[in-house]
T-cell receptor, first 112, second 113 residues
Framework: KNEVEQSPQNLTAQEGEFITINCSYS?????LHWLQQHPGGGIVSLFM???GKKKHGRLIATINIQEKHSSLHITASHPRDSAVYIC??????????????FGKGTHLIIQP | DAGVTQSPTHLIKTRGQQVTLRCSPI?????VSWYQQVLGQGPQFIFQ???????GRGNFPDRFSARQFPNYSSELNVNALLLGDSALYLC????????????FGSGTRLTVV
């Protein structure tokens, strides 16, 4: 079963800084998800990617399938980016109907 | 289009009681998955339903059950509640499940006292 490691677990940065959050997984996958969770619960899906790079506004996600590694970058960070960022992958290489396996999340705080 | 809607948003129950949580997927989505998120941890997979059939089940006791209706909405039932069942219960819908994109609801916060 896939094991997901995220780093760092906690990150505090100043407004405007470039942020990088890393995710590694143990079993080859077809797609990886980056999610954002604000205090109070609701999860927002940011990206689903299977190769290369995706960009949405100030968010950039990259994945290296061979190295089983993905990164989420935030450019020109802002206090409203403060949230928990979670990486999630299928539990097995074949995907299947077993839901997603989630990393423990990176708690990001952007200070003004 | 409305997103994934879950009800209720908050719930307090007593140990031993039973609870039913509800989820309405995005229009056109036929797959619904349920996750439990205990405070401070990542979500854990409970069930996935597609076209009204159970397609996957996580490592949860038989006290947890679910079903999907013809309109693709879903209910999660938990019997004989334990204090440890206190968590945020998240529902996610997708067109087909598996590696397709997921949209999450805001969750139901269940507190068992």
């Amino acid at each position: 079963k896939n094991e997901v490691e995220q780093s760092p677990q906690n990150l505090t940065a100043q407004e405007g800084e470039f942020i990088t959050i890393n995710c590694s997984y143990s079993v080859g996958i077809s797609a990886l998800h980056w999610l954002q969770q604000h205090p109070g619960g609701g999860i927002v899906s940011l990206f689903m990617l299977s190769s290369g790079k995706k960009k949405h506004g100030r968010l950039i996600a990259t994945i290296n399938i061979q190295e089983k590694h993905s990164s989420l970058h935030i450019t020109a960070s802002h206090p409203r980016d403060s949230a928990v960022y979670i990486c999630a992958v299928p539990p097995y290489s074949g995907g299947g109907a077993d839901g997603l396996t989630f990393g423990k999340g990176t708690h990001l705080i952007i200070q003004p | 289009d409305a997103g994934v809607t879950q009800s209720p948003t908050h719930l307090i129950k007593t140990r031993g009681q039973q609870v039913t949580l509800r989820c309405s997927p995005i229009s056109g989505h036929k797959s619904v998955s349920w996750y439990q998120q205990v405070l401070g941890q990542g979500p854990q997979f409970i069930f996935q339903y597609y076209e009204k059939e159970e397609r996957g089940r996580g490592n949860f006791p038989d006290r947890f059950s679910a079903r999907q209706f013809p309109n693709y909405s879903s209910e999660l039932n938990v019997n004989a509640l334990l204090l440890g069942d206190s968590a945020l219960y998240l529902c996610a819908s997708s067109w087909k499940g598996e590696d397709y994109g997921y949209t999450f609801g805001s969750g139901t916060r269940l507190t068992v006292v």
